[in-house]
């Protein structure tokens, strides 16, 4: 690309730099910029610029948090007993989309690969343990881990490591529930979803049981 | 989308204020920047910052420009007796990046579009028709005009009104020639394109006549 202007060209790099987003596109949003007053630029960089500098990690769950202590850990309407063990901040926010859980969370930062040379000791498992077994320092009980993790070979290794840890610890390790989806047509689900579904088959219930 | 940040919160939503950017890309490169020092996130918001600020339209052509004069217009080596109309910046790096162009440029900032309230006054028609009446001013004769503009309802009017404007002018008034893309297929050729280019054909010529 021929840029007659080194700015453009700088804010174009810039936006390149960003995954997912090619020359072209960066361009793009550079016009568009150009086209908007540069308070909207300004308000821009100063929104992208004052998250970062700020951003911390909760010292209890390792989410992304504006406090010391996240809002989640922080709101004492929450149920401490749970404890929902997953990857990402990306899976806390899917989790608390569906409004269902009203239990806490431990963001792992990533999962167990030996390839990529990520060991227990690279993601947060050691402060879960922590947190379990001091209890009385984050007041209340913790009665029940949710391991909330893909069943990948990673995801798999690191579950098992967890699980094998918490064995002689008296809280009870659970995995959230894994078949084919609601609202799912059997022939449309993948061969391993149905036949482990089948597999892991549960009791049958009526819904005024 | 549920975010325990508010910093978060107000980075994705800068991101998500750009075009063709949604919430979840806009999340996407938040936690991008967020896995990236604090610098990086500086850099990429004063390339942003820094380009609006400084960034100008070139008093000659109109094309975004560092200086007050854009670089082409400065560049003593291109032939300033051609005169390249066109919509936007875009179209000219477009021309720029096939290096088969070497006159200058004229920039109009949109097409005449009375639909969308976009009149000639809106664009930069007069500057034209100064340029070329003032020649001196310009150090240079101008003799030819190349409309490089889109055959769209709004493009052809735009073309009309400026040829028209030039009617009395000493300048010779030219468009960009179209028909089937070179390597293009026939049966591959729109219609349009296919029966115009018949209808618009020229004598067919050796390479070494």
Do not use: W
Not at 102 to 120: A, K, S
Not at 166 to 186: C, H, Y
Request: glycine letters at 8%; charged letters at 25%; proline letters at 4%.
């Amino acid at each position: 690309m021929n840029f007659s202007s080194k700015l453009i060209e700088q804010s174009v790099e810039a936006f390149a730099s960003l995954p997912g987003i090619g020359r072209k596109t960066a361009l793009r949003l550079t016009l568009h910029l150009v086209g908007k007053s540069p308070e909207t630029s300004e308000q821009f960089a100063e929104a992208i610029t004052n998250m970062r500098r700020r951003i911390q990690h909760c010292t209890i769950c390792h989410n992304l948090s504006d406090e010391p202590i996240c809002q989640v850990c922080a709101d004492k309407r929450r149920d401490r007993s749970l404890v929902c063990v997953v990857e990402s901040i990306r899976d806390v926010m899917a989790i608390e989309d569906t409004s269902q859980y009203r239990g806490l969370y431990h963001v792992l930062g990533g999962l167990i690969n030996p390839l990529e040379g990520i060991g227990p000791g690279e993601l947060t498992i050691d402060s879960l343990l922590h947190r379990v077994a001091s209890q009385k320092a984050t007041d209340g009980e913790i009665r029940e881990i949710i391991l909330a993790i893909s069943p990948t070979i990673e995801g798999d290794t690191t579950m098992f490591y967890i699980t094998k840890k918490l064995k002689d610890s008296p809280v009870s390790v659970s995995s959230i529930a894994r078949g084919v989806s609601f609202g799912g047509e059997l022939e449309y689900a993948d061969e391993v979803t149905l036949g482990r579904s089948i597999v892991a088959r549960v009791p049958y219930r009526l819904n005024n049981d």
